[in-house]
T-cell receptor, first 114, second 112 residues
Framework: KAGVTQTPRYLIKTRGQQVTLSCSPISGHRSVSWYQQTPGQGLQFLFEYFSETQRNKGNFPGRFSGRQFSNSRSEMNVSTLELGDSALYLC?????????????FGNGTRLTVT | EDQVTQSPEALRLQEGESSSLNCSYTVSGLRGLFWYRQDPGKGPEFLFTLYSAGEEKEKERLKATLTKKESFLHITAPKPEDSATYLCAVQAFSGGYNKLIFGAGTRLAVHP
C-alpha cells in the first residue's frame, strides 16, 4: 500500500512569489493535515481537511491556505512568500479525523525562500 | 496551556548502551500519545500509540511506557541504525477537535 506522497520534494522560490504544494494521502484515508517543520519551532500545525472542508486551523497568517479535492488529495498554497517561510512542509493522513489513530506522514516538501 | 517537553535534546550512545528518552506533557483531555522516528530529510515514521497510564508497547529494541504525566521510550542495546530524531506527540481534545501537539524531539546518535 503506497504511503503519503508529496510533490515536489524540493522548491526554491523568491520572496514575494507564491507556491503550491501537493499531497496524495494513503488510499482510503480521507483526513489530511499539514504541518510546518523548522529547526527553531519544531512541528507546527497548519490545517486539517476532511470531506473537502477545513475542520481546524493553526495559528498561521492568511497567506497560508489549502484545499481538499473529492478524491481526498490536498494542496496547500503560500502567497507572498517571506524568508521565514523556508521550512519542511509535511502532509499527514488518517482514515477519518478525531478517531485517536496515528497520523501517517509523507516525506515532505523542502521549501527554500531566497 | 497544553505543552509537550522532550528531554534530553540530544543523546549520544555507544552501540549496546541502553538508555531512555523522556516525554512529559501537560494537556487537558488526553486522547493518546504517539511516538515517531524521523530520519534526516524524511517525514516522521509512526512507532507507537499509548492511550492510558500503565500501557506499554514494544517493537524490536524499543519499548514505550506511559504514566499520567510522562512517557518514556526505552532503547535496549541500540545499534547505529537507531540513530534518528525521536518525536513525541500528544493528542488532546480542545475546542471541539482533537489536536496533536508535538515535542521538539530528541536527536539520538548511536556510535559503533
Amino acid at each position: 500500500k503506497a504511503g503519503v506522497t508529496q510533490t515536489p520534494r524540493y522548491l526554491i522560490k523568491t520572496r514575494g512569489q507564491q507556491v503550491t504544494l501537493s499531497c496524495s494521502p494513503i488510499s482510503g484515508h480521507r483526513s489530511v493535515s499539514w504541518y510546518q517543520q523548522t529547526p527553531g519551532q519544531g512541528l507546527q500545525f497548519l490545517f486539517e481537511y476532511f470531506s473537502e472542508t477545513q475542520r481546524n486551523k493553526g495559528n498561521f497568517p492568511g497567506r497560508f491556505s489549502g484545499r481538499q479535492f473529492s478524491n481526498s488529495r490536498s494542496e496547500m498554497n503560500v502567497s507572498t512568500l517571506e524568508l521565514g517561510d523556508s521550512a519542511l512542509y509535511l502532509c499527514a493522513s488518517s482514515l477519518v479525523p478525531d478517531n485517536n489513530s496515528p497520523l501517517h506522514f509523507g516525506n515532505g516538501t523542502r521549501l527554500t525562500v531566497t | 496551556e497544553d505543552q509537550v517537553t522532550q528531554s534530553p535534546e540530544a543523546l549520544r550512545l555507544q552501540e549496546g548502551e541502553s538508555s531512555s528518552l523522556n516525554c512529559s506533557y501537560t494537556v487537558s483531555g488526553l486522547r493518546g500519545l504517539f511516538w515517531y522516528r524521523q530520519d534526516p530529510g524524511k517525514g516522521p515514521e509512526f512507532l507507537f500509540t499509548l492511550y492510558s497510564a500503565g500501557e506499554e508497547k514494544e517493537k524490536e529494541r524499543l519499548k514505550a511506557t506511559l504514566t499520567k504525566k510522562e512517557s518514556f521510550l526505552h532503547i535496549t542495546a541500540p545499534k547505529p541504525e537507531d540513530s534518528a530524531t525521536y518525536l513525541c506527540a500528544v493528542q488532546a481534545f480542545s475546542g471541539g477537535y482533537n489536536k496533536l501537539i508535538f515535542g521538539a524531539g530528541t536527536r539520538l546518535a548511536v556510535h559503533p
